[in-house]
Nanobody, 125 residues
Framework: QVQLVESGGGLVQAGGSLRLSCSASGRTARTYAMGWFRQAPGKEREFVATTTWSIGSPLFADSVQGRFTVTRDYAKNTVVLQMNSLKPEDTAVYYC??????????????????WGQGTQVTVSS
């Protein structure tokens, strides 16, 4: 089992920045990919970003490309999502996710085995 705990989040004005951190514990050696998803009220959970050692660069959703970065520290078992130039449409609960083994799709929530509890991000206009 792998446990994921998120920190960060909060309220920020449009154009501002926030940093989300996710710490993994347990059988972390089995985590092939770690990433972030988000879910706004009334909407499905959607892919934000993911990173794994087997691909050259992290993957991002088109909606956050160029504004968000994701960094994984394999020694500390953490993954950090830096969110810049935030927009009101970025408002959602953000979830850290981890996957054992190579997935069929890095962008599909169904492919991830473990989830954090979620942290709220609210961007005011």
């Amino acid at each position: 089992q792998v446990q994921l705990v998120e920190s960060g989040g909060g309220l920020v004005q449009a154009g501002g920045s926030l940093r989300l951190s996710c710490s993994a514990s347990g059988r972390t050696a089995r985590t092939y990919a770690m990433g972030w998803f988000r879910q706004a009220p009334g909407k499905e959970r959607e892919f934000v970003a993911t990173t794994t050692w087997s691909i050259g660069s992290p993957l991002f959703a088109d909606s956050v490309q160029g504004r968000f970065t994701v960094t994984r520290d394999y020694a500390k078992n953490t993954v950090v999502l830096q969110m810049n130039s935030l927009k009101p449409e970025d408002t959602a609960v953000y979830y850290c996710a981890a996957r054992e083994g190579r997935p069929n799709s890095y962008r599909s929530a169904q492919e991830y085995n473990y989830w954090g509890q979620g942290t709220q991000v609210t961007v005011s206009s």
